[in-house]
Structure formats: structure tokens, C-alpha cells
């Protein structure tokens, strides 16, 4: 069910930024489609904003860094998202995270002026952005519980099976990911040491809890799920 009310979704966002080109541009003008390479930054924490970002393809990763030098990653977002400057304020206030292509990443830039305009005249498209904005606000707050309460061995299992379920495509031992994180990338998304997480990532590949190569992540999400049980209380 939830795979076919996102389908719909889809088909919604698709055939409304592709119905007219011409049409699109003249009703909201800012409007720009974009492709960009992995590891361009469509923003950096600190700038100025006046744009919204929505991902039509690819995978982009929003990030803080904090006064200490150190990176936290607050979340990964999809094809669907739209991320950026959401208060008519930019001029006045920095933004607070950087967003980063982790691959090859195709979306629209549209000015906040433009993006108001256009939620006002298609309720369709408002309603589809404030369910995802909720979802991602719930994602942050389940991370945030997580981190402050669990072990690391526990949030790095919490981690993979929410990387499987966004990401993840069938493969026989449970989800291949679409995409490829570094040791340093899921230390980041855990919210701890790189040694530690690189430790724990290891026990589980010799347990047949996942595989991984230089190009892609292989999740038994099963056999997680289970580890997973056995260490609750």
C-alpha cells in the first residue's frame, strides 16, 4: 500500500513539472531544472537562501557543522523532497545546514516568491510536501531519540535497516543500497566515532549481517532485525 500511495505521489510531481515546460516557467519564472554532478553543494551552511530545492532524482545529504569543527549529518533526502529556505527571512538569516549531492542529483531550483505562489495554486502538490516534510521531521526526531538513548551497536542497526527502507533495492540476501556511504558517512548518520562504527560494521559483515565492497552496501535486513530483538530488554 505505501509503495503504491508513493507511486501515485510520483506520477503527481512527474506530470505536473512535465505537462508544459513553456507553461511552468511562464506561471512561476524562477523555476530552473538543474543536474548536478556528486559532491556539488546546492548549498552551504551560511548562506543566504532565497530558494527552494525539490530533488527529482538522486540523493542529497544535509549536514551541520558545528562550532568545535565537527560534521553532523542530519538527514538524507530523495527524490520528492524539497529542501531550503522555507521563511520569507533569507535576507536576514544565515541558513543553518549544507546540502550536499551524495550522487548524481537532478532538481528544480524555484525562489521562495515563486514556490508560495505555486503551493497556493495546487493544493495537490502542498498536501504531497507537508506529509514528506513530516516524515522527515519524524525520521530527525526518531534519530535524535536514538542517539541519546541507545548504544552505538543498536543505532548503527537502526541506521542500516532505515537506509534499506529509503534506499534499499531487493537482492537475495535482503536490500542492496542505491547508494554508497563511507565508514566516516554512517559514523556520521550514527552520531559516533568513525573507529567505533567501522568496529561494529566489521562484526556484522563476519556475523552475515550485511556485505559490503568499495562500490555498494548489502543488508540482511532479517538477520538485523533480529540482533535487533535480542538486545532489547
Given amino acids: 500500500m505505501q509503495s503504491i500511495t508513493y507511486d501515485a505521489k510520483s506520477r503527481l510531481i512527474n506530470e505536473f513539472f512535465e505537462c508544459d515546460t513553456n507553461q511552468l516557467q511562464k506561471d512561476y519564472p524562477s523555476i530552473l531544472e538543474i543536474n548536478v554532478p556528486k559532491k556539488t553543494f546546492l548549498y552551504r551552511q551560511g548562506d543566504r537562501c532565497s530558494n527552494l530545492f525539490w530533488v527529482k532524482s ?12 565537527g560534521e553532523i549529518t542530519i538527514d538524507l533526502v530523495k527524490k520528492g523532497d524539497v529542501i531550503g529556505c522555507f521563511q520569507n527571512n533569507f535576507a536576514s538569516q544565515e541558513i543553518e545546514e549544507t546540502a550536499q549531492a551524495l550522487s548524481e542529483v537532478n532538481y528544480y531550483r524555484i525562489a521562495y516568491s515563486d514556490f508560495k505562489v505555486m503551493m497556493s495554486h495546487q493544493a495537490g502538490l502542498a498536501w504531497y510536501v507537508i506529509e ?14 536514538t542517539i541519546l538513548t541507545q548504544p552505538v551497536e543498536i543505532r548503527v542497526i537502526t541506521t542500516l535497516l532505515e537506509l534499506a527502507e529509503m534506499f534499499g533495492i531487493r537482492c537475495t540476501h ?24 567501522s568496529t561494529i560494521l566489521n562484526d556484522f559483515r563476519n556475523r552475515g549481517m550485511l556485505d559490503y565492497t568499495r562500490d555498494q552496501i548489502c543488508i540482511n535486513d532479517a538477520a538485523l532485525v533480529d540482533s535487533y530483538r535480542f538486545q532489547q530488554p
Fill in 132 to 145: 514528506e516534510m513530516y516524515v522527515r521531521k519524524q525520521r530527525v526526531e526518531r534519530k535524535l531519540r
Fill in 174 to 197: 535482503g536490500y542492496t543500497l542505491e547508494i554508497h556511504l563511507t565508514q566516516q558517512e554512517v559514523a556520521d548518520l550514527v552520531g559516533a566515532n568513525r573507529s567505533v562504527v
Fill in 58 to 69: 538522486g540523493i542529497v545529504k544535509l549536514s551541520h557543522l558545528t562550532e568545535q569543527g
